[in-house]
């Protein structure tokens, strides 16, 4: 969802009022939440044709996707068995339509990085690997970096070389989190989770310091381990190796005070790389903006990068854009 989307949601959600909001806010994710709240809470005022825009045009879509008269656990598991495959389509079935409570894990999302690194950093680093190939990327690599440089390396090892969960072992590690927590797990099958691919994308969140130190620790440990994790990363250098249509489409989502932000820690290349890609009148307001802005914090400029990865990610995987580079064939 992109800005305009959530905004227009948080105006929605406040003109229905706090039960009917509250309702609406027990079937959305802890990020969507999160993304609504942040944008509720900035709204002070709003004028009476903004709402009313809205809500014509919640009425407009909720109208033309009302009337749906399917068996929808059969759509729903035709569609995920062909978008995903067999195995990945039943373990989300198991847990969308059988209602399998992994409650304990699931807790976790609601938190913040530096109270679950407190509540697990003093787990096995191997059960620590297996609550974090649960958790979303970025919360992921935040709370690696609230470890000392050796757990997080040998946590990252060991999510590189985790080859699936075991059902027995699932349920062990959530009622362990429910004695802290709550709930417990009924999966029936392996859940293929963790992985070379999954150590890349946590690091990809983690930052270049943090990066490069997890990799010369696998390296010592594994060379070929940490060949294959640098294979699967992508990090915003990376961006060179995207055609210019590709970095065109990416321009097309990204707010330009990101972007200026992002950019005042990439090289003349790539600067030129995304001014080649613009009109020529805002590739010379984003010259003005770069050349007028001062020192900006390094970690400021690794966030904005972050997020504008997010969205190659997302764009990539929906097949908008191709990522070229290592471990991926050509394109012409």
């Avoid at 191997?126 to 649960?134: D, K, M, N, R």
């Avoid at 908008?320 to 991926?328: M, T, W």
Wanted: glycine fraction near 6%; avoid cysteine.
């Amino acid at each position: 969802m992109n800005d305009e989307g959530i905004n227009d949601s948080a105006i929605l959600l406040m003109s229905l009022g706090e039960e009917y909001a509250a309702e609406v806010f027990k079937h959305l994710s802890p990020k969507e939440v999160q993304k609504l709240g942040m944008a509720m809470a900035k709204i002070k005022n709003v004028g009476r044709d903004k709402v009313d825009s809205v809500l014509e045009k919640f009425k407009k879509e909720a109208s033309e996707s009302a009337g749906l008269n399917i068996d929808s656990d059969v759509y729903l598991r035709t569609v995920l068995t062909t978008a995903l495959g067999e195995d990945k389509a039943n373990f989300l079935l198991d847990r969308i339509l059988n209602n399998s409570d992994t409650s304990g894990i699931e807790s976790l999302k609601w938190m913040d990085a530096a109270t679950v690194a407190e509540l697990i950093k003093n787990e096995h680093p191997q059960i620590i690997a297996s609550i974090l190939v649960h958790l979303e990327r970025d919360q992921s690599a935040e709370i690696l970096n609230k470890f000392t440089e050796r757990l997080r390396n040998d946590t990252i090892l060991r999510i590189a070389t985790l080859d699936g969960i075991q059902p027995s072992a699932l349920r062990e590690l959530n009622d362990a989190l429910n004695k802290v927590l709550s709930g417990s797990s009924d999966q029936i099958k392996k859940n293929q989770l963790g992985g070379v691919r999954t150590a890349a994308e946590i690091l990809n969140f983690a930052g270049s310091t943090v990066e490069q130190s997890v990799i010369e620790s696998v390296r010592e440990f594994d060379p070929d381990i940490a060949q294959k994790i640098l294979d699967e990363m992508f990090t915003f250098e990376n961006l060179m190796d995207v055609d210019d249509r590709g970095i065109q489409t990416v321009l097309r989502e990204v707010q330009s005070e990101s972007l200026v932000l992002a950019l005042k820690g990439a090289n003349t290349e790539m600067r030129e790389k995304i001014f080649r890609n613009m009109s020529s009148r805002a590739a010379e307001t984003l010259r003005e903006d770069l050349e007028s802005r001062g020192p900006v914090k390094v970690s400021d400029v690794e966030r904005e990068q972050k997020e504008i990865l997010k969205i190659v990610r997302r764009l990539a995987e929906e097949g908008q854009i191709a990522l070229g580079g290592k471990g991926e064939e050509a394109f012409v």
